[in-house]
């Protein structure tokens, strides 16, 4: 098979390259490990940067978002007992984020990928990529007991953080950073309304919590957890029991619960791989970076990288320029580092760390207050939860 970029990943950042790439008339399969199903069955993020918004629109994907899609002005912080909104689209000029699940961006590319009879291949064995150091890449896979091969221009490692594309990068290439939590998030999900209209991020003695939302209808609902902590250990009354202890009253009163219909947990990182281009081989998402969830970043990096790779690509093709290529690495990097600082950032400022005690507690009451109060220090907050802009030079 012969292609100008192989993607390596059918989640939503290859998936938004692929469309991209074929509405701009530049060719590209998709090579994914696991099958369509498991992909679409993957719990993930659902608050969406205008960025990101307008880049699904580019795609052509963005009329059932627009429709099914929860615009929210601001949040919600909550310490001391107390609520308190950060007006983001007034504090911004008009920014705004939405909330729409990641499994239903991916499931919208996913149906545009397959209208278009666009080449994508599910249950991929033993994918491998090949001489991305020279003119003529490759990427290796074994599809019902045969092996198969797709030569290319370029490679888009789009796989996440445990796929084959950052994994084949010689180690002397690369640069990694990285910090673990020492806590999770023990997630839920519930059909039933959510316990508020825009999202609540829960400062408490006893753990952080996040009242969140994939729709009216279907809320999503987080706590702070240890490192050691098992799902099989709670159940759905000790969840909602725990959460009311960590909200205000009133939240805590209009709390409507149900059986959960997934439950997990997720542990909490930060990781940044640089450079993000390795000859004809670039990587996007996951694959180079992870933030932790506080911040609602992750999604939305992975989009920002798409965006300057498709620029990139269309300009090679489109353009005869390579510009756009050389300067990826440094124009994603600059942002995901952004995205990572104000990640840690929020994740120190809303969580119960083990070593801080009730010192910690207070300090981090006290920001809060600052924050809350300061037109300034809440206008910081609200730029970066919106999504800072995207830089060209």
Same mark, same amino acid.
């Given at each position: 098979?012969?292609?100008?970029?192989?993607?390596?990943?059918?989640?939503?950042?290859?998936? =938004?390259?692929?469309?991209?790439?074929?509405?701009?008339?530049?060719?590209?399969?998709?090579?994914?490990?696991?099958?369509?199903?498991?992909?679409?069955?993957?719990?993930?993020?659902?608050?969406?940067?205008?960025?990101?918004?307008?880049?699904?629109?580019?795609?052509?994907?963005?009329?059932?978002?627009?429709?099914?899609?929860?615009?929210?002005?601001?949040?919600?912080?909550?310490?001391?007992?107390?609520?308190?909104?950060?007006?983001?689209?007034?504090?911004?000029?008009?920014?705004?984020?939405?909330?729409?699940?990641?499994?239903?961006?991916?499931?919208?590319?996913?149906?545009?990928?397959?209208?278009?009879?666009?080449?994508?291949?599910?249950?991929?064995?033993?994918?491998?990529?090949?001489?991305?150091?020279?003119?003529? %890449?490759?990427?290796?896979?074994?599809?019902?007991?045969?092996?198969?091969?797709?030569?290319?221009?370029?490679?888009?490692?789009?796989?996440?953080?445990?796929?084959?594309?950052?994994?084949?990068?010689?180690?002397?290439?690369?640069?990694?950073?990285?910090?673990?939590?020492?806590?999770?998030?023990?997630?839920?999900?519930?059909?039933?309304?959510?316990?508020?209209?825009?999202?609540?991020?829960?400062?408490? %003695?006893?753990?952080?919590? =996040?009242?969140?939302?994939?729709?009216?209808?279907?809320?999503?609902?987080?706590?702070?957890?240890?490192?050691? $902590?098992?799902?099989?250990?709670?159940?759905? @009354?000790?969840?909602?029991? @725990?959460?009311?202890?960590?909200?205000?009253?009133?939240?805590?009163?209009?709390?409507?619960?149900?059986?959960?219909? @997934?439950?997990?947990?997720? %542990?909490?990182?930060?990781?940044?791989?640089?450079?993000?281009?390795?000859?004809?081989?670039?990587?996007?998402?996951?694959?180079?970076?992870?933030?932790?969830?506080?911040?609602?970043?992750?999604?939305? =990096?992975?989009?920002?990288?798409?965006?300057?790779?498709?620029?990139?690509?269309? $300009?090679?093709?489109?353009?005869?320029?390579?510009?756009?290529i050389d300067h990826y690495s440094d124009h994603c990097l600059r942002r995901v580092w952004k995205a990572a600082r104000f990640?840690?950032?929020?994740?120190?400022?809303?969580?119960?760390? %083990?070593?801080?005690? $009730?010192?910690?507690?207070?300090?981090?009451?006290?920001?809060?207050?600052?924050?809350?109060?300061?037109?300034?220090?809440?206008?910081?907050?609200? @730029?970066?939860?919106?999504?800072?802009?995207? $830089?060209?030079?």
């Amino acid at each position: 098979m012969r292609t100008q970029v192989a993607i390596i990943g059918a989640g939503p950042s290859g998936l =938004l390259l692929g469309q991209l790439l074929h509405k701009a008339g530049v060719d590209a399969v998709i090579v994914e490990r696991k099958s369509a199903d498991y992909v679409l069955g993957r719990i993930r993020a659902g608050v969406l940067e205008q960025i990101t918004m307008d880049l699904l629109d580019e795609a052509g994907v963005g009329a059932r978002m627009h429709t099914e899609g929860v615009i929210h002005d601001g949040i919600n912080l909550l310490f001391k007992g107390q609520r308190h909104r950060i007006d983001m689209r007034e504090l911004t000029g008009g920014s705004k984020v939405m909330v729409y699940g990641q499994t239903e961006v991916t499931h919208d590319l996913m149906n545009a990928r397959q209208a278009a009879g666009l080449t994508t291949v599910y249950e991929a064995g033993n994918v491998s990529v090949h001489d991305f150091d020279g003119a003529k %890449p490759k990427v290796r896979y074994e599809k019902d007991g045969q092996t198969h091969e797709i030569e290319c221009d370029f490679i888009a490692g789009c796989d996440g953080y445990h796929g084959v594309s950052r994994a084949s990068v010689p180690p002397k290439a690369l640069r990694t950073y990285e910090k673990v939590y020492p806590f999770g998030w023990l997630g839920i999900m519930v059909d039933a309304p959510p316990v508020a209209h825009e999202l609540i991020y829960a400062n408490s %003695p006893r753990g952080f919590a =996040l009242c969140s939302m994939r729709s009216t209808h279907r809320s999503r609902y987080y706590l702070q957890c240890s490192m050691d $902590e098992k799902v099989a250990n709670w159940s759905d @009354e000790a969840f909602w029991s @725990e959460l009311r202890l960590r909200l205000d009253p009133e939240a805590a009163e209009h709390l409507v619960t149900g059986p959960s219909i @997934e439950k997990s947990i997720a %542990p909490l990182r930060s990781f940044v791989a640089e450079p993000m281009r390795f000859g004809h081989l670039f990587l996007a998402g996951d694959a180079a970076h992870i933030v932790p969830p506080t911040g609602a970043k992750g999604l939305n =990096l992975a989009t920002s990288d798409v965006s300057y790779l498709s620029k990139a690509l269309i $300009e090679f093709y489109k353009g005869k320029s390579s510009a756009g290529i050389d300067h990826y690495s440094d124009h994603c990097l600059r942002r995901v580092w952004k995205a990572a600082r104000f990640s840690w950032w929020f994740t120190s400022l809303m969580h119960k760390f %083990p070593d801080t005690g $009730e010192f910690g507690q207070k300090i981090q009451e006290a920001e809060l207050d600052y924050l809350v109060h300061s037109r300034a220090a809440s206008t910081a907050l609200a @730029e970066n939860y919106v999504g800072l802009p995207m $830089e060209t030079s």
